[in-house]
């Protein structure tokens, strides 16, 4: 799935804003009835029917029933508006499909588990009409345990660093994307998108407000702690050369050092002709050097396998199903 054809935005020809959510799902039949219901619940009488809504879920190949509950839903109500892939393609790329499949004024991301509530639509809403053409919810705390919650807050403070774009630190992917934004999205063709990152770098007015995320209520959580590490390691890379500069830095400074220690070897070796041979200190060295140089290749590995993804020009994503979703258009 590389473009889809929005030119024609429509709203059930009424003059109301429409607003997509757009909710990426993998094996969440439990959360499939809740998530629908609490969406339709806001906007039908918390917001008292102010925007017409879509909902588009992006099933990344469930292998549970949650591809036969969607279908249940969007015969229901042709708000309902499903893409399933013919894989699992992670997280990122099956997200970035669903925005360029949103055909409203603006798009909502919301998690099926409902850990952000649709209550706070309001807000993000409040604020899209302001004029910011980005709102993100900004995490105050999460229910999870200490380390990972620890290790979260560095990798976003680290990325903030070393990023160019303008990242939320504690920014989650619960927010509200302006078309504006969403048109541009549909010229992006990354191999491997960090889509937090692509909003950031093309937002001109972003927004964050602070909010409680609460814990997930039905299932587990599909982000285990490789699976994670490898989204951090995405957005590292696909947003910042630093590693490969640090890289760079580093070598230097150990080659320096190294030779300044040869040279003390040499002149300890010249005043003293008994100077101990330093067995230990020489394996030392070699371990160290061995380790780093794994490391720094693993680094410009990384580099190269994301160039290698980019050249291949696949498609974002291969949808096998779709209901109640006009317009499509696969251009390769």
């Given amino acids: 799935m590389d473009k889809i054809d929005t030119s024609m935005i429509k709203s059930d020809q009424t003059d109301k804003p429409l607003i997509s959510v757009v909710i990426p799902v993998f094996n969440e039949e439990g959360n499939i009835n809740r998530a629908y219901e609490a969406v339709k619940h806001v906007f039908e009488n918390q917001l008292l029917n102010k925007y017409d809504f879509e909902i588009i879920f992006t099933d990344n190949h469930s292998v549970d029933n949650t591809y036969q509950e969607l279908q249940t839903l969007a015969m229901r109500d042709s708000r309902v508006r499903i893409a399933r892939f013919t894989r699992n393609f992670g997280f990122n790329k099956s997200l970035l499909t669903g925005y360029r499949l949103a055909q409203g004024h603006a798009a909502i ?18 604020y899209w009409e302001m004029g910011h053409d980005v709102v993100v919810g900004k995490r105050n705390k999460r229910e999870e345990n200490y380390l990972l919650q620890s290790a979260r807050k560095i990798f976003y403070r680290l990325l903030k660093r070393i990023s160019e774009d303008n990242l939320t630190i504690d920014g989650g992917d619960f927010r509200l994307v302006d078309r504006s934004i969403l048109d541009k999205l549909q010229t992006i063709h990354d191999a491997t998108p960090y889509v937090r990152g692509l909003i950031s770098m093309l937002a001109t007015k972003q927004i964050a407000f602070p909010y409680d995320r609460q814990a997930r209520q039905h299932g587990k959580s599909k982000f285990p702690f490789f699976r994670l590490f490898g989204l951090a390691m995405d957005g590292i890379v696909s947003h910042s050369i630093v590693p490969l500069r640090l890289a760079s830095l580093i070598g ?9 220690l040869a040279l003390f070897y040499m002149f300890g070796k010249f005043l003293n002709g008994n100077w101990p041979s330093g067995f230990t200190t020489q394996v030392v060295l070699i371990l160290f050097s061995t380790a780093l140089n794994a490391i720094f290749l693993g680094i410009i590995g990384e580099y190269l396998g994301r160039i290698y993804k980019q050249l291949r020009y696949h498609p974002l994503t291969i949808i096998e199903r779709s209901i109640n979703l006009p317009n499509i258009i696969n251009k390769n």
Avoid: G, H, I, N
């Fill in 252 to 260: 230097l400074f150990v080659a320096s050092t190294t030779f300044l």
């Fill in 109 to 126: 991301q919301l998690d099926c588990d409902l850990q952000d509530s649709p209550a706070l639509f309001e807000t993000l809403l409040s």
